[in-house]
């Protein structure tokens, strides 16, 4: 049973130069126990989404439509179905968030040990074993992962760009939480430390055995993580899948220019780029939003939007090149 479900959510920024249709009708579940990558180019919805997940609706960000609700253990053998509103009083102990960016993320005034603290929940059972109890579990847990228990003490800019991205992922893991949501967690580093980070969230993710969503414009990233695989395109799923089976069989043109254009070992023929750009979203195209980029346009590609269809076992797509409109 999907622990997250999200039903044709619309999530819009309203701007003085017009609505910004950034995830419009995305549907999909999440599932304990895996790790769930969201690619696509820039712009497309990718950090909006995440923040949609992470209840974190501030304006000019608004839901205009869909639902979406997660299944949040009490504790107590419960489990009770929470939505927008009140995800957010689980913040880190049900639900984790590693924004993109997140080098600007901790607060600049504040030592580390401190962010540890706040991110405490004021319900949770560790405020009552007292501040110098948590300071040791905060330091146990450092240790744990490898990390210098003296980066407690520090303030985030004594800490370099690889250092930061640990931290947040320490702290965004500390309480444990079901989901953790991290938005490009490796973009901006250098090739070795990146490495470094995606061990890290993964053998996290296999110890506490919860669910990682990760976003990356990078293929490469995806494929040595995700279990399974949303594509997005212009604000819209375009394909969703298995990773291997995306990898395998990628059903839609633009998953299959993402995949083809990435470099392959001992392959020195020229990628092939994707050309051309994503619509502007304040009044994105009727039909297809690909279909000015899509090598294998049909008539009425740019007239009618695309279902999304399944066509393999956990395999989906949203084009009419599948389905009653395939010829
Ligand atoms: N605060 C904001 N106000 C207005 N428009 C926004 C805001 N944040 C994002 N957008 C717009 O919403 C759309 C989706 O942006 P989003 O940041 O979700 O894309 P993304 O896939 O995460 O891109 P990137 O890979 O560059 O991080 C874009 O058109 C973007 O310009
Ligand atoms: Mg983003």
């Known amino acids: 049973m999907a622990m997250l479900r999200l039903r044709d959510l619309k999530c819009y920024y309203d701007t003085p130069r017009g609505v910004v249709q950034a995830v419009d009708g995305v549907s999909f579940d999440i599932q304990p ?3 769930l990558g969201i690619a696509g180019e820039s712009g497309c919805g990718k950090s909006t989404l995440l923040k949609a997940l992470y209840d974190y609706i501030q304006p000019p960000l608004q839901i205009v439509s869909g639902t979406y609700e997660a299944d949040f253990p009490d504790g107590k053998g419960k489990v009770k179905t929470i939505g927008p509103g009140e995800i957010r009083q689980h913040w880190w102990e049900f639900i984790s968030y590693i ?3 997140s080098m600007s993320v901790l607060n600049p005034v504040i030592r580390i ?3 540890f603290f706040d991110a405490v929940p004021r319900d949770h059972s560790l405020r009552a074993v007292g501040k110098t109890a948590i300071r040791e579990r905060v330091a146990a847990y450092l240790k744990e992962l490898e990390l210098p228990v003296e980066v407690l003490k520090s303030y985030p800019h004594q800490l370099s760009g690889g250092m930061k991205q640990r931290v947040l992922v320490a702290l965004g893991t500390f309480l444990h939480p079901q989901i953790v949501l991290a938005d490009e967690p490796t ?3 250098d090739v070795v430390v990146q490495k470094g980070i995606l061990l890290m969230l993964t053998e996290l993710q296999q110890q506490m055995e919860n669910t990682l969503v990760v976003v990356s414009h990078d293929m490469g990233v995806h494929y040595q993580i995700s279990d399974r695989l949303a594509i997005m395109y212009a604000g819209k799923l375009v394909e969703y899948g ?3 089976a995306i990898f395998n069989n990628p059903a839609h043109p633009y998953t299959q220019m993402l995949i083809g254009s990435l470099p392959r070992v001992g392959d020195r023929t020229q990628r092939v780029g994707i050309s051309g750009r994503p619509p502007n ?3 994105p195209p009727a039909g297809c939003r ?3 980029r899509c090598p294998k346009v049909m008539d009425h590609c740019a007239h009618e939007a695309p279902a999304l269809l399944q066509i393999e076992p956990e395999h989906f797509v949203s084009c009419h090149l599948y389905g009653e409109r395939a010829s």
């Open 33 to 35: 126990n895996e790790v």
């Open 99 to 101: 924004p993109q960016g």
């Open 113 to 115: 040990e401190s962010q």
């Open 187 to 189: 973009t901006a580093l």
């Open 242 to 244: 298995p990773t291997d």
């Open 281 to 283: 979203l304040v009044n």
């Open 290 to 292: 690909f279909a000015a």
